[in-house]
């Protein structure tokens, strides 16, 4: 028994300083008012758990959490008073408000235009069936404490079909949204993904420029656009710099050009790349040929010869000759964006499917100010819209890929290093992120003292890491972490991300722990540090983890049932059925007070386990974990 | 030693008499006669001249010219035997620096000493070292087109003449900066004069001079000017100029390094002197049409030339700091505290910190619309942050606006008519929907100036509290004025002398061609139009933002050459850029094909039938010979172009002059 015994509390000293982790990972900086944390963190545990149920999307639930938690990380920070206030709204009242009004309610509390929290809104609709009826969710969010930034909820389009939540704040440019995503779906951070636009209704689609503000491009949205951002790879977004030749150099030397196009050598297209974007000016590629353009207003299209020069597209007008001085001004980039055209053959009967768009960004609807063109083939209408950025955007796109190539360089030799390490490396990434992202603009004091308590706990942590997980144990949570997670034969694509998105704050668990040791009086409840990496956890392309794994933080849930089961099980009353838990949690959720346990579900079963051994376990961690069971079984009374 | 003689006057010796003419090449020189062997160094026979000369004067930069051989007896201690030198020799001993008339990029005229004894790239390394121009070897020197208006002599204005041909240049050690400019320019006040020629953009050209001037009317034209490139790798006498000749200074090679320092030295303060020569060469090729563009890309030169002309003429040319820096600061701050005082003083400092300026005005408006024959209307117009808001009349203001467009992102246009009186404000707003389109008619400049600054704010998402505000208003009045006297009365003297006095004529700004096209009232707001978006420019931002410009336009940095390819039968131009030969046809000017020189394997000039062979990757051999130029002027082209793309910027500035020469050397160079 007592060997056992002590494994036991071993894992769950390990389970507790991983959700410490990722309790604080979320918000860091938040834990000097232990309390409010909690509470919210166990809100967005709840909201998970209920939609899971109801909507039995597992992912977008995930989704739904991760952004809870993010919103609720970013607010916590807000002034202890409000914090204060929140917390007694929530004990008292949990009902009332929906999701939807909730995130709205924060988005627009942050100082957001009704517009474009309209538009968070909306998307939120889109993804979240069911978020209305979910009384736990009521966040205490809408006191937002004085925020500078404005933020938004967007929801993006996986290729798999599946969504993702992100929250984005206002000075996020797309690649910090790409990088972001990165981090949460593990894919393989190459240099094609990209967020993506589309518009239904006008039928066009165009990817975001790394350096564009997202919330800036979302905010020409309409308030009840059909348009949608997706996560995919497009290889014609850096489709130049992997070939230049083909931009370039076509069309000069006719035939054979086309052969020593594909032979090119990587040191040609270096400098061939170094002549046209590292000079006192770029270089636009020459393009020039016939395209139709779709007559304003009318159905009809007219083939033209245009020419693309720096500064704009010209054609060439009837009778003239195609010398710049009879050239005339089709369109200059400044005020517009460049699209590509989805089936326009039916939509607008252009001649080809081969379409591009220029039109203003803020133009949502069908105008006469939109003007499309149409490009015999493929390759045509690729050199166009490449050319057309390049003029556009200039050296920054150049920047841009070298950015995207840094990135995914970086990311691929850490998966290749294997799971472990790779939490190491993103540490630096991720941590920094965080650190200047939310603290920058919200944290309000407490910084200082907790920043450095957090550098030395990172510190500590992350040399402990170095040194072994097998000096782990209850003492220090953050050392076993590490090994448990790799072990813990997790799907291996989980461990990685977990591992990269929970090292970014390694220091909390120590931090967490401190202050739980130190005998907060705070309720049981509170006290758990809500594993707000969920994000981390849903993997939108990870297969493996179906809905039901992820319900439970993931980080648990999916490896435990066997491995645990073996140990834990001869010991322990066989933990309570993980899954199915959590689904009668979200009805009682309605009740309120426990709910907010209820959320812990995933976790919880675990603990339960513990519950016979709380003897065996070491002060700190001890209470921590009879909190949690006492949890639990108020949450489980509940439910029953 | 040479001249031993026996009693009798025999030479017993195999001396020999040699006669020197003394000073520049010239039949009536005076000359002196030395007796000398075959054995004679030459520096002895240098050292024997002098003595026979007798005369107090500094000879150290004079050496020997052998006429015939055309050919500077450099090597002091080879002999008259080496050389070849026999009694019939005609040699002159003179100086090997010569003053020139350099006519600079800027049109500029300068004369200065030029070493007429080093092979060009080294004299031409001199002469920038001189003007402090960094990167020589992107320069060269051209032949001054031969005079051919000798008749109507009459009216040409004697033009300045700068004058540099004493100063001289410490060898090896690189100029010091001295009171902002380098310490050999700060001499006296001519030749800080003619450093402020030098580092200063001029004022633009009058109209009427730019329209006599000539200006290449077809392909074959723009071939004349690179058949007068001198060689790189001979002197300059070897090239038959003499001194006092006129040679023009440009930037041959298209290839312009490190251009744009990094921040931690900002153009204008390492040279300036080469961004303002370079900025001036791009402006005289676009206005005389030496490279061509649209409309719209020369509405944006002119913009950034009245614009730079404008920073020039205020003298913000970021004079450098005085001796003493701290001072300056101090200076600066006051002068900023005593703006601030000024600026507040009717107001609570605070409040004018805190308050955005709104605008509140009654204005005509008209929105233009399908079926619709209203014109324009008053309304009680309110112009807050980005927003504006319209309203049937005043009393309603506080009231729902008759509409509310945010400026966001809107095009502003201005359709102003200073003789007319007109001032609206077009404004493009974007919508969900589409643009909407509303004309704001202004009473007065005045009012105009204020709104119109307030609409390009915020367009750019701007409000009215932003600093440059102020001289965003300030902008458009000067604008204003210009358009008045540059084409206002109805005398209509566009080219009128106040004209140019007063400020500028748009027609100096833009290529004559566009003077026929537009008048000069249709000129000034589409260059007002384009200047919004350079009005914020440093002078250096805006000079380098022009040469961007001009690099940008497709035939730029294009040298054009009258060739006859092997096997054809027509005279083809070759077009010779930084990185590719251009075969365009001469009567269409379709470019026919191109070749890079990244697939290039060799070239080779035959210098007897004057054809130039190059080889490319997979055996695409290429032959032609010159017919407008030299084949030797191709060749260096193509030479140098290679060299300059061995450029490193670690090495700094540092030259490497031999594998230059040895690029674009000929046979005789060798």
Known sequence: MGESSED????????????????????????????????????????????????????????????????????????QRTIQAQKE?????????????????????????????????????????????????????????????????????????????????????????????????HCDCNVDWCLYEIYPELQIERFFEDHENVVEVLSDWTRDTENKILFLEKEEKYAVFKNPQNFYLDNRGKKESKETNEKMNAKNKESLLEESFCGTSIIVPELEGALYLKEDGKKSWKRRYFLLRASG???????????????????????????????????????????????????????????????????????????????????????????????????????????????APAQPSTGPKTGTTQPNGQIPQATHSVSAVLQEAQRHAETSKDKKPALGNHHDPAVPRAPHAPKSSLPPPPPVRRSSDTSGSPAT????????????????????????PPPPLDDPELPPPPPDFMEPPPDFVPPPPPS???????ELPPPPPPPPAPAPAPVPDSARPPPAVAKRPPVPPKRQENPGHPGGAGGGEQDFMSDLMKALQKKRGNVS | MAGMKTASGDYIDSSWELRVFVGEEDPEAESVTLRVTGESHIGGVLLKIVEQINRKQDWSDHAIWWEQKRQWLLQTHWTLDKYGILADARLFFGPQHRPVILRLPNRRALRLRASFSQPLFQAVAAICRLLSIRHPEELSLLRAPEKKEKKKKEKEPEEELYDLSKVVLAGGVAPALFRGMPAHFSDSAQTEACYHMLSRPQPPPDPLLLQRL?????????????????????????????????????????????????????????????LTQLYEQARWDLLLEEIDCTEEEMMVFAALQYHINKLSQSGEVGEPAGTDPGLDD????????????????????????????????????????????????????????????????????????????????CEVVPDVNVSGQKFCIKLLVPSPEGMSEIYLRCQDEQQYARWMAGCRLASKGRTMADSSYTSEVQAILAFLSLQRTGSGGPGNHPHGPDASAEGLNPYGLVAPRFQRKFKAKQLTPRILEAHQNVAQLSLAEAQLRFIQAWQS????????????????RKDEILGIANNRLIRIDLAVGDVVKTWRFSNMRQWNVNWDIRQVAIEFDEHINVAFSCVSASCRIVHEYIGGYIFLSTRERARGEELDEDLFLQLTGGHEAF
């Not at chain 2, 509140?360 to 399908?370: A, E, G, T």
Request: overall charge negative; hydrophobic content about 35%.
């Open chain 1, 8 to 79: 036991i509390d071993q894992m769950f000293s390990t389970l507790l300083g991983e959700m410490d982790l990722l309790t604080q990972s979320l918000g860091v900086d938040t834990l000097p008012p232990p309390d409010p944390n909690p509470p919210r963190a166990e809100f967005n545990y709840s909201v998970g758990f209920k939609d899971l149920n109801e909507s039995l999307n597992a992912l977008e639930d995930q989704d739904l959490d991760a952004l809870m938690a993010d919103l609720v990380a970013d607010i916590s920070e807000a002034e």
């Open chain 1, 89 to 185: 709204s929530l004990q008292n009242q949990h009902h009332s408000a929906s999701l939807q009004a909730s995130i709205f309610s924060g988005a627009a509390s942050l100082g957001y235009g009704t517009n474009v929290a309209a538009t968070g809104i909306s998307q939120y609709e889109d993804d979240l069936p069911p978020p209305p009826a979910d009384p736990v969710l009521d966040l205490p969010l809408p006191p937002p404490p004085p925020e500078p930034l404005s933020q938004l909820v967007v929801k993006v389009h996986m290729n798999d079909n599946s969504t993702k939540s992100l929250m984005v704040d206002e000075r996020q440019l797309a690649r910090d949204v790409l990088d972001n995503l990165f981090e949460k779906t």
């Open chain 1, 313 to 423: 597209i010209y054609y060439v007008p009837k009778g003239k000759t195609k010398t710049s001085r009879d050239l005339a001004c089709f369109i200059q980039f400044e005020n517009v964006n460049i699209y590509y055209g989805t089936q326009h053959k039916m939509k607008y009967k252009a001649p080809t499917d081969y379409c591009f768009v220029l039109k203003h960004p803020q133009i949502q609807k069908e105008s006469q100010y939109i003007k499309y063109l149409c490009c015999d083939d493929t390759r045509t209408l690729n050199q166009w819209v490449m050319g057309i950025r390049i003029a556009k955007y200039g050296k920054t796109l150049y920047d841009n890929y070298q950015r995207a190539v840094a990135k995914a360089g970086l990311a691929s030799r850490w998966t290749n290093l294997g799971t472990v390490n790779a939490a």
């Open chain 1, 509 to 532: 668990p120590l931090k967490a722990k401190g202050t739980g040791g130190g005998g907060l009086p705070a309720p049981p409840d509170d006290f758990l540090p809500p594993p707000p």
């Open chain 1, 564 to 570: 645990y089961a073996g140990i834990a099980g001869s």
């Open chain 2, 214 to 274: 000539p200006r290449p009317s077809s392909l074959s034209d723009k071939t004349q000017l690179h058949s007068r490139w001198l060689d790189s790798s001979r002197c300059l006498m070897q090239q038959g100029i003499k001194a006092g000749d006129a040679l023009w200074l440009r930037f041959k090679y298209y290839s312009f390094f490190d251009l744009d320092p990094k921040p931690p030295l900002p153009p204008l303060q390492t040279d300036p002197v080469r």
């Open chain 2, 330 to 409: 101090l200076d600066v701050a006051l002068s900023n505290l005593e703006v601030k005082l000024e600026g507040s003083a009717p107001t609570d400092v605070l409040d004018s910190l805190t308050t955005i300026p709104e605008l509140k005005d009654h204005l005509r408006i008209f929105r233009p619309r399908k079926l619709t024959l209203k014109g324009y209307r008053q309304h009680w117009v309110v112009f807050k942050e980005t927003t504006l808001s319209y309203y049937k009349s005043q009393d309603e203001a506080p009231g729902d606006p008759i509409q509310q467009l945010n400026l966001k992102g």
């Open chain 2, 553 to 568: 336009l497709p035939d730029f940095g294009i040298s054009y050459v009258m060739v006859r390819f092997k096997g054809s």
